[in-house]
């Protein structure tokens, strides 16, 4: 178990730092997925296709 | 799943949908007995006593930075000869992340290193190349969006990563190559760790832990770059009427 000492302020600050940038990295991949899939489903509402899907038989 | 198949990206978008809920658990999993025992388990060094909590941390960002520019160089090699149809969404998802982990890698060396050198930062050879390594991915970041067709964009963007692949070696081999501050390698050598396994343990399952965390989100930000494609895709077939 970690013990309180002159130093505990760097250990924190490092593990703080991590928590604050991954939790950053993993808002913003989450989010950026969400808009993506919604401007999706905006296109195909107005009736857009990509080329390739009007190929595919339904 | 044959990994050929995967080269579509449709059969690509199933398949890692199926396995992220799985993977992030295995994360967690991972991460959080990592996390026991940095903090529980091993105890502190007997010469930089509880600062060596910062290595759990430290060293898997720093290994995580060269091994996701390692991915990229192989990528950047399936956009240039094989024309993988993935490999430069690939190139552009991992960049930000390799960014993300070099950063967390100085600044948690800088946090670590004022206690144990007595300063921050120094220009030596090991500290200089990882910020250099840094630099190189912010610039091909710039260059992504930078360049509006993702295919042109992807082969400059290949290009500029094969050329920054020489840094690599660079930052591996600099404490042996030039009298650095930062210490040699204790872990990857031929006669052996130097660590004790009492502490070379939670370091190894962090260092798990963490390139599983690379492997999930990789996945998730591959995953939105394909859905981003077909949105332009689709902007482009209603712009043409």
């Known amino acids: ?58 | 799943m044959p990994a050929a198949n995967l080269a579509n990206p449709t059969r690509f978008l199933a398949f890692s949908g199926r396995l992220l809920p799985w993977l992030w658990w295995v994360t967690a999993l991972v991460l959080g007995w990592g996390l026991y025992l940095s903090f529980y388990v091993a105890p502190a060094d007997y010469q930089q006593g509880e600062m060596v909590r910062i290595m759990f941390i430290h060293v898997p960002f720093a290994w995580l930075a060269m091994a996701c520019y390692a991915v990229m160089t192989v990528a950047a090699l399936g956009t240039l000869v094989w024309r993988h149809p993935l490999a430069d969404v690939l190139q552009k998802s991992a960049a930000p992340l390799g960014a993300a982990f070099t950063f967390l890698a100085l600044v948690t060396g800088s946090l670590w290193g004022k206690p144990t050198w007595g300063t921050y930062w120094v220009w030596d050879a090991r500290l200089t190349s990882v910020l250099i390594l840094f630099l190189i991915y912010l610039g091909l970041i710039a260059l992504w969006q930078a360049v509006e067709d993702p295919g042109k964009a992807g082969r400059a963007a290949a290009i500029l990563t094969l050329v920054g692949a020489i840094n690599l070696p660079i930052i591996k081999f600099s404490v042996d190559w030039w009298n650095t501050l930062h210490q040699p390698a204790s872990v990857f050598r031929l006669d052996g760790p130097t660590i004790h396994p009492a502490l070379l343990w939670p370091l190894m399952v962090m260092a798990l832990g963490m390139t599983l965390l690379f492997a999930t989100l990789l996945l998730m930000a591959m995953r939105n770059e394909i859905l981003r494609r077909r949105v332009r895709a689709m902007q482009i077939v209603a712009a043409a009427g």
Do not use: K
Request: avoid cysteine; aromatic fraction near 6%; hydrophobic fraction near 45%.
């Open chain 1, 1 to 58: 178990m970690i013990e309180g000492g002159t130093h505990l302020g760097f250990i924190v600050a490092a593990y703080a730092v991590t928590v604050a940038v991954l939790v950053g990295v993993v808002g913003w991949i989450v989010l950026d997925g969400r808009s993506q899939r919604r401007r999706i489903a905006d296109l195909e509402a107005r009736g857009v296709r990509r080329r390739s899907s009007r190929n595919v038989p339904s």
